[in-house]
C-alpha cells in the first residue's frame, strides 16, 4: 500500500509460530521481495517489537529517518497480529 506511493518500508517479523516459538525470517523476506518487485523500496528487521529501538534503528540506518507512515505501520502490523493470536 504506502511502498507503491513511494514510502520506504521496514517490514518487521520476528518470524515466531501462533505460540510464541521458534524463529524464521521467511514471511519478512517474503514481504520484502514482493514490495520489490513492484517497484518499492523495503528492508527486513527480524527484532522483536519488545525491541523497537532497533526496528526504528533499522529504519534510520537504511533510510536516513523515521516518519509517521513508518510508524503507523509498526503499529497497523502489531494490531493485526494480536488480532490474530486472540
Known amino acids: 500500500m504506502l511502498a507503491s506511493r513511494g514510502a520506504k518500508v521496514v517490514v518487521n517479523d520476528l518470524g515466531t509460530s501462533t505460540t510464541g516459538t ?3 525470517s521467511k514471511a519478512a523476506d517474503q514481504v520484502v521481495e514482493e514490495i520489490r518487485k513492484a517497484g518499492g523500496i523495503a528492508v527486513p528487521n527480524y527484532d522483536s517489537v519488545e525491541d523497537g529501538e532497533k526496528i526504528v534503528k533499522t529504519a534510520i540506518d537504511n533510510f536516513g529517518r523515521v516518519d509517521i507512515g513508518t510508524i503507523l ?5 502489531w494490531c493485526f497480529t494480536t488480532l490474530l493470536i486472540s
Open 22 to 24: 521458534g524463529s524464521s
Open 73 to 77: 505501520m509498526i503499529n497497523v502490523f
